[in-house]
Nanobody
């Protein structure tokens, strides 16, 4: 069982940047496809980015493409989400997720989830 832990959230002004991290101190993430989702108050969980651990293929929705970058550090067993040009509408709790098999933008397909980290973007 993976135990994913996110960090790096916080309060930032519009136009600013944050980098989120996600790791599991006890298990390697190399066998999993990984993704970031977010959930704003009163809304469903929204796909933000995904990456295949082995070949680094990535996917993004239009809402974040060109502003957010998902990446991984194999040596540190850590997944990242670099968020630039942040907007107030990016405010949400951000979750990392993992699944066996290929990536997908469907949250229901992911087996493992972190506890989430709050990102708040002020205008």
């Amino acid at each position: 069982q993976l135990q994913l832990v996110e960090s790096g959230g916080g309060l930032v002004q519009a136009g600013g940047s944050l980098r989120l991290s996600c790791t599991d101190s006890a298990h390697t993430l190399s066998s999993y496809s990984m993704a970031w989702f977010r959930q704003a108050p009163g809304k469903g969980r929204e796909f933000v980015a995904s990456i295949v651990w082995l070949d680094r293929q990535t996917q993004y929705p239009d809402s974040v493409r060109g502003r957010f970058t998902i990446s991984k550090d194999n040596a540190k067993n850590t997944l990242y989400l670099q968020m630039n040009s942040l907007k107030p509408e990016d405010t949400a709790v951000y979750f990392c997720a993992a699944r066996t098999g290929g990536t997908t933008d469907k949250s229901s397909a992911y087996e493992y989830w972190g506890q989430g980290t709050q990102v708040t973007v002020s205008s």
